[in-house]
């Protein structure tokens, strides 16, 4: 089974509107950490955001949110007020156990990302 | 700018040629992983190393091998390429800063095609 699933391959959003990208993750893990992405075309990864899966509040980044629904497995990255620039390819990621304490175990798992065009 | 740097930033090679990818991490960061981007398999993990030793091994095979140096640095072998070995290629490192984000960071990647 995949462990990350972003079931959107490509998004289409009018410039200043809100967006929410999907993102679902299999773990059996109670720890673990999940993180989003961005790709632009030039190629680079920029990190995002980042909510643990202990954390009782949805991570916040500037215009980044995350919506975290633990018991729905979900983790879906909210961008208010889009701008040009956030067109892109974003990914979402899971780090399976606790950092530290876990070594050996602290890849990531990415899914297949969303490309997200942003139209003026 | 991440802070974790990698050259080249292009490299075209032929197949059966070997290839040595550099990585700096971010200052103070003792871990550095190493992924593959490729239009098939998406990104994968190769492989983790924490301060020179190597911790983790994801999906690389066995003509690919990599090191860090004790100024921590690392480096990543591609023997023997092959079209398929055609990627971009990541760093990322990661550092323990006291939180348990623990987040990775990558560099810009090196892209590397084989004729």
């Not at chain 1, 679902?24 to 632009?40: A, E, N, V």
């Not at chain 2, 983790?56 to 070995?85: C, M, T, V, W, Y």
Request: contains cysteine.
């Amino acid at each position: 089974a995949q462990k990350i699933t972003q079931t959107q391959p490509g998004m289409f959003v009018q410039e200043k509107e809100a967006v929410t990208l999907d993102c679902t993750y299999d773990t059996s893990d109670q720890s673990y950490g999940l993180f989003w992405y961005k790709q632009p075309s030039s190629g680079e990864m920029i990190f995002l955001i980042y909510q643990g899966s202990y954390d009782e509040q949805n991570a916040t980044e500037g215009r980044y949110s995350l919506n975290f629904q633990k018991a729905r497995k979900s983790a879906n990255l909210v961008i208010s007020a889009s701008q040009l620039g956030d067109s892109a390819m974003y990914f979402c990621a899971m780090r399976e156990g606790l950092p530290i304490s876990n070594f050996g175990n602290e890849k990531l798992t990415f899914g297949t990302g969303t490309r997200l065009t942003i139209i003026p | 700018d991440s802070g974790v740097t990698q050259t080249p930033k292009h490299l075209i090679t032929a197949t059966g040629q070997r290839v040595t990818l550099r990585c700096s991490p971010r200052s103070g960061d003792l871990s550095v992983y190493w992924y593959q981007q490729s239009l098939d398999q998406g990104l994968q993990f190769l492989i983790q190393y924490y301060n020179g030793e190597e911790r983790a091994k994801g999906n690389i095979l066995e003509r690919f091998s990599a090191q860090q140096f004790p100024d921590l640095h690392s480096e990543l072998n591609l023997s023997s390429l092959e079209l398929g070995d055609s990627a971009l290629y990541f760093c990322a490192s990661s550092g323990f800063s006291g939180g348990f984000t623990d987040t990775q960071y990558f560099g810009p990647g090196t892209r590397l095609t084989v004729l």
